[in-house]
């Protein structure tokens, strides 16, 4: 697996390099608020993906320990929902970056950015119940209960710039044919996720056998 994880590691750093390559050869943006700044979605958006494609794994496995019992699935909730949180961390920054320079502060309470900042407290506050158990078993029903909760502010995210109105941009607001560049490096970011969540898991259970 360790051969698995390091080939996956090598692939999404070689798109990586390619795609941002690409990404900052662009020409600026023909919007006037734009210009430039919109390179950072090569890396904004990319962390936003996986960071709920991280948290949509923790559901999963957490509900799939509830139904069994294995440890293995809370091993694997637990590695997943790490990732995630450093990603939509990665977001919330970069996001705030671009909103300096378009918008002229780096918080402006626009839904996206509010609900986001929801599901990072959310995703915060099942670390912090996580280190509060003690007892394996008991950690992992509770924080599997809890991450299936939380999972709630990941379609109010993603739903929140059609619900409410949203200065939040699209890649059709750019005016420029980005989505190669980007697709590589997505598709990296997702890569070098599951080599994050292989190599991780391996340690978390090297851990217990110990």
Known sequence: MKKVAGILMIVALVLFAVGIYIGMSLPPSPEPTLRNNYKIIFFHLPSAITAFTAFTVT????MLFLKSRDIKWDILASSSAKMGFFMITAALVSGSIWAKVAWGSYWNWDPRE??????????????????????????????????????????LSYLSTRLFFSLHPTTAKIGLKIEEPLGMVITSFLLMFVAFLILDTEIAKLEITS
Do not use: G, M, N
């Open 59 to 62: 559901l999963i496995a957490s």
């Open 114 to 155: 509010t609900t986001v900042l929801i599901t990072w407290f959310a995703y915060a506050a099942y670390f912090a119940l996580r280190a509060s158990i003690e007892d394996p078993e008991e950690k992992a029903k509770v924080s599997s209960v809890f991450a299936i909760f939380a999972y709630v502010t990941i379609p």
